[in-house]
């Protein structure tokens, strides 16, 4: 399906919003197929943590192809340059194919990267740069990134490293301009799905209880035995950041869910903010009342697709 004004169909909105789900079948009613936009997703063996709901991606008794999942080894830092490079490959290939690419997440830095035509490129390491940096505060950190304009736009300012090389990557883009143009021209329409506040942490508390009792733990602890350290899983995301602290002691189980089940949702509020800044910025979002049942859900769908 294409209708010539757009060549990608994004859905987004706030984590724990059925968004995979929805993604599926509207890509069954496009001639499509998925391109995941979760940072985390892209690892393999970090299943339950990641929240990646195989089963989703069939509807009516067919696989709905999905890419950019299960493409990397835990313990390798994949970049936005990275994932962005291959979401054009991605894009370009089911294009090819005559299929409609449907984007499907929430990891802010990735939708920009897939959908907001920028050209980012593969930055090294600043060595110098970051001994400059090394004893300064997060504070000062962020109001350092604050005062760069870069195209990235935010970072997770809640992990020094990302802090670190958001600036890394903001002083190169400053000092090589000419490196920056457009890459394959992508036309998105946006389609968010997105709950009242109530239902949403309703949401996000039972999804959680769900993962504990489906071995989120014992996912984790199996990576630390595979050799993933838990401070490297601190990079990895709340759950495993959480569950890390627990396994290593420093954390009671009863204080990690609560600490744990806190953190997702001031994660959801940041997703929200976000969404807005994007709005603001000139992209229109179409949200859907994830309330609705499915069927209605895609009748709303399509309406804006036409």
Known sequence: MDNGKYNLIAVVGPTAGGKTAFAAHLASAVNGEVISADSRQIYRRMNIGTGKDYNDYIVNGKQIPVHLIDIVEPGYKYSVFEYQRDFYTVFNEIRANGRMPVLCGGSGMYIDA????????EVP???????????KTMDELS????????????????NKERVLRAIE????YQENMQLISHFTEVNPVYV???FDRKVERERITSRLDYR???????EVRQLIESGISPEELIY????????ALFLTGKLDYETMTDKLNTAIHQFAKRQRTWFRKMEREGCRIHWINGNLPMSAKLEEAMKVLR
């Open 212 to 218: 504990l009792k489906q071995g989120l733990v014992d």
């Open 192 to 194: 968010g799905i997105v």
């Open 114 to 121: 897939a959908t907001r035509n920028y050209r980012l490129v």
């Open 236 to 243: 990895y995301g709340l759950e495993y950041r959480y569950a």
């Open 125 to 135: 390491e600043n060595e110098e740069l970051r001994r400059d940096l090394k004893d």
């Open 169 to 172: 990557i903001g002083k190169y």
């Open 143 to 158: 109001e350092i990134l604050s005062k760069m304009k870069t195209l990235h736009n935010q970072t997770d300012t809640g």
